[in-house]
């Protein structure tokens, strides 16, 4: 088990740039989750995967924002034409099966500094 | 909408004093609840969890008791060590929809000292 990666773990680009960001789930793992984290709040749901399938989408996702999960196995999230106040931490998690007491894995985050 | 509330902190300590971190919840129906920890540089880390009412967590020395009817599920710890410094989040799932997503509360900075 070598838990939840994110790739990159800092990225710094100019305001109207793209940037995509990569999850690699713990291997057994068919639910997949991201989050944002701005500083001095806690992290706020986006999106959720099961397998492949992408089941459940926050209003915080705007048309800029997409994500995808080909095969069931790594995740990618892309923000477009990025704004300063996308500036975040952007968090990955997995989980191996649903139900509310099922624990949710973070990976150490992707930090996102837009200028 | 379901939602956490934490104490502010920062929250200071002595090494080997007791810490109590509040948290209280808003949900409809009967979420299981979560406190994560996120160490200084890295990733959030489950800590303990509750799934149902008077559910007690335990883990490291850390309790919480999932309380229905105060809606409260507590972190407590007997004695802090200056190694438990981090930043402590409470938090619910919510099983509407299809996802299990959870809502965070806004994080207690626990700093211990010598």
């Known amino acids: 088990d070598t838990g939840v990666s994110q790739d990159p773990r800092h990225k710094i680009t100019k305001r109207g740039q793209n940037v995509t960001f990569r999850c690699d789930p713990i291997?057994?793992?068919?639910?997949l989750y991201w989050y944002r984290q701005t500083l001095g709040q806690g992290p706020e749901f986006l999106t959720y995967f099961q397998n492949e399938a992408q089941l459940e989408k926050s209003r915080l996702l705007s048309d800029r924002f997409s994500a995808e999960r080909p095969k069931g196995s790594f995740s990618t999230l892309e923000i477009q034409r990025t704004e300063q106040g996308d500036s975040a931490m952007y968090l990955c998690?997995?989980?191996?099966?649903?139900?509310?007491?099922?624990?949710?894995?973070f990976g150490p985050g992707t930090r996102l500094l837009v200028l | 909408g379901n939602s956490v509330t934490q104490m502010e902190g920062p929250v200071t300590l002595s090494e080997e004093a007791f810490l109590t971190i509040n948290c209280t919840y808003t949900a409809t129906g009967y979420p299981s609840l979560f406190w994560y920890v996120q160490y200084p540089g890295e990733g959030l880390q489950l800590l303990l969890k509750?799934?149902?009412?008077?559910d007690k967590g335990s883990n490291k020395g850390f309790e919480a008791t999932y309380r229905k009817e105060t809606t409260s599920f507590h972190l407590e710890k007997g004695s802090v060590q200056v190694s438990d410094s981090a930043v402590y989040f409470c938090a619910l799932s919510d099983l509407r929809g299809t996802a299990s997503k959870l809502t965070f509360g806004t994080g207690t900075r626990l700093q211990v000292t010598l």
């Open positions: 509750a799934t149902k009412a008077d």
């Open positions: 291997s057994e793992h068919n639910r």
């Open positions: 998690a997995s989980s191996p099966r649903g139900g509310s007491g099922e624990t949710q894995y």
